[in-house]
C-alpha cells in the first residue's frame, strides 16, 4: 500500500465515523422518545390516579417531578414493592414498562 492509498483510507473512514454520527444520534433520540411515549400510557393507565394529571400532584401522593437523575433505584424499589398506601407494582409491570415509566418522569422532572 502506498502512503498516498493509506491516507486515504484514513480520510475515508473519518469521513464514514463523521457522517454516521448524527444518524446513530438521531436513532438514539427516537428511542428514548418512542421510550417516553410508552412511559407516558403506562403512567396514564396505573399511576395518574393517585399521582395526577400528566404528573402534577394535587398534594395527596409523592410528586414525581421531583424525582432527581440519581433518584432511579429509589423509583424502581418503590415502584416495585410500593410505598406505605402505595401498592407494590411488581406482579403488573414489566422491567420494560418500568424503565418506560423512568424515561416519562425524567422527561418531565423539575430538575433535569
Ligand atoms: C393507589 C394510589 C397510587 C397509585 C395507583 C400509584 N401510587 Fe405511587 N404513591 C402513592 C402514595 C400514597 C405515595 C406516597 C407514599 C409515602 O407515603 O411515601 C406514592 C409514592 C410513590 C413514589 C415515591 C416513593 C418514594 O420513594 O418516596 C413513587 C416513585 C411512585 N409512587 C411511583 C408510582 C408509579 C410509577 C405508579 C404507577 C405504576 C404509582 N406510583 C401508582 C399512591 C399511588
Request: positive net charge; contains cysteine.
Amino acid at each position: 500500500m502506498t502512503r498516498s492509498t493509506a491516507k486515504s483510507r484514513r480520510l475515508v473512514f473519518a469521513l464514514a465515523v463523521s457522517a454516521l454520527a448524527p444518524v446513530a444520534s438521531a436513532r438514539e433520540a427516537a428511542r428514548d422518545q418512542a421510550a417516553i411515549e410508552a412511559g407516558e400510557a403506562v403512567y396514564n393507565n396505573y399511576c395518574q390516579t393517585c399521582h395526577g394529571d400528566r404528573l402534577v400532584n394535587t398534594g395527596q401522593t409523592f410528586d414525581l417531578r421531583r424525582l432527581t437523575a440519581g433518584d432511579r433505584a429509589r423509583f424502581e424499589n418503590s415502584v416495585r414493592n410500593g410505598k406505605s398506601q402505595m401498592p407494590p407494582w411488581k406482579d403488573v409491570l414489566s422491567d420494560e414498562e418500568i424503565g418506560q415509566l423512568w424515561a416519562y418522569i425524567r422527561a418531565n422532572a423539575n430538575q433535569k
